[in-house]
């Protein structure tokens, strides 16, 4: 389990590599239902987040073409799927009354309704010099969306028409999620630079150099950002950007693209360990063993779902949201 | 004052000791729920 589940009403959901789409009861472990993509479309993984909506789990697929399928949350019975010359890898599904997804060949954002999948709006005005890497998956702004191209920009566009409502240019390859947090974006470079923009009108509010290539999700949370980095690196910066307020490069490798918030801790991992890192100072709350190496992370009340690139997904209760 | 400033030494001897004891990272053992095999 790569992505992070999608959780309500007590239930998860989420996709194993294996191809298989999961509805599971969070407290028991008891399948609700599961819908295996094989016979239909392939060989097939999960590497974007799914959206829930009222009565919808709506989740993108990891294969070429695109495929986005929007179960019954209560049932598993599909209503609506969608296929196209499009990919999606690692594209979350984002949005509230409409979705977003990306694609990642030509640089279109593809607006699909969420209750029945119509096309509402691409936007090719992006698609000559910008394509959506699979690492920089779109965010919802209200109801706008957010996303980073390959043309080394952040762009803001409207959710219900897709016409674009700012531009800024950061000059290097993102390498990051775009994480909003109250009014603010931010984003990392694959020259090691974070960038913080405002929301409203793309303004650049600041910048800072880590001397470590951030990869994967950021983590906005309170008056910091988590910054996650393939090499091992973790660090955590303030939110104004001029202050390193902790890192921690004497972990091993870490396998967790996505850290979470669990309490004062951040939870990232590695193989054969659950680690929390204290929000306040990076020091290390306390480790747990695991079989595999962790990577995807999701929290349902006080449960803690673990899923490991082998495949096992755990269900954990009793774990301090503090540094012990 | 002499006795303050010994305090101080001792203290700042001890310090470093405290900061590397906390660092072992402590292992904890949550309750398993449920473990699920996915194949992959």
Redesign the interface.
């Known amino acids: 389990?790569f992505v992070r589940p999608a959780v309500a009403d007590g239930v998860a959901y989420f996709g194993?590599?294996?191809g298989?789409y999961?509805a599971?009861d969070v407290?028991?472990?008891a399948?609700v239902w599961r819908y295996d993509f094989r016979p239909e479309v392939g060989p097939v993984s999960f590497h974007g987040n799914a959206l829930v909506t009222e009565g919808l789990v709506i989740t993108p697929t990891e294969v070429v073409p695109a495929h986005v399928r929007a179960f019954d949350r209560h049932t598993g019975r599909t209503v609506w799927q969608r296929s196209g010359a499009w990919a999606l890898t690692l594209t979350d599904v984002v949005g509230s009354g409409r979705l977003v997804v990306g694609r990642d060949e030509e640089g279109e954002l593809i607006a699909l309704t969420a209750d029945s999948g119509t096309p509402v709006w691409r936007a090719p005005h992006l698609a000559r010099r910008s394509g959506i890497n699979v690492a920089r998956t779109p965010a919802a702004v209200g109801s706008d969306i957010i996303y980073s191209a390959q043309d080394a920009a952040v762009y803001r566009v409207d959710g219900a028409t897709g016409q674009p409502r700012w531009r800024t240019e950061i000059g290097c390859d993102v390498t990051t999620s775009v994480s909003v947090g109250e009014g603010e974006i931010y984003v990392g470079c694959s020259d090691g630079t974070l960038f913080r923009i405002r929301a409203a009108d793309g303004a650049e509010l600041g910048r800072m150099t880590l001397g470590h290539p951030p990869e994967g999700r950021l983590l906005v949370v309170a008056d910091r950002v988590v910054v996650p980095c393939g090499s091992g690196w973790i660090g955590a910066v303030t939110r104004s950007l001029d202050r390193l307020l902790w890192e921690r490069h004497d972990l091993p490798p870490l396998s967790v693209v996505q850290p979470m918030q669990w309490g004062q801790c951040v939870l990232t991992g590695a193989r054969g360990q659950l680690?929390a890192l204290s929000l306040a100072d990076g020091?290390?709350?306390?480790?747990?063993?695991l079989e595999g190496s962790v990577r995807g992370l999701g929290a349902a009340g006080d449960?803690?779902l673990v899923?490991t690139i082998?495949?096992?997904?755990?269900?954990?209760?009793?774990?301090?949201e503090a540094p012990? | 004052m002499v006795g303050v400033r010994c305090f101080r030494l001792v203290l700042g001897a001890l310090l470093p000791v405290t900061l590397a004891a906390?660092?072992l990272?402590?292992?904890?053992?949550?309750?398993?729920?449920?473990?699920?095999?996915?194949?992959?």
């Not at chain 1, 020091?283 to 063993?289: A, E, L, N």
């Open positions: 389990m194993s590599c294996a298989v999961y599971i407290r028991s472990g399948i680690i020091r290390t709350c306390w480790m747990t063993s449960i803690v899923g082998e495949g096992a997904v755990y269900a954990l209760r009793g774990l301090p012990q | 906390q660092e990272p402590r292992q904890v053992e949550p309750e398993r729920l449920w473990k699920l095999d996915t194949g992959g």
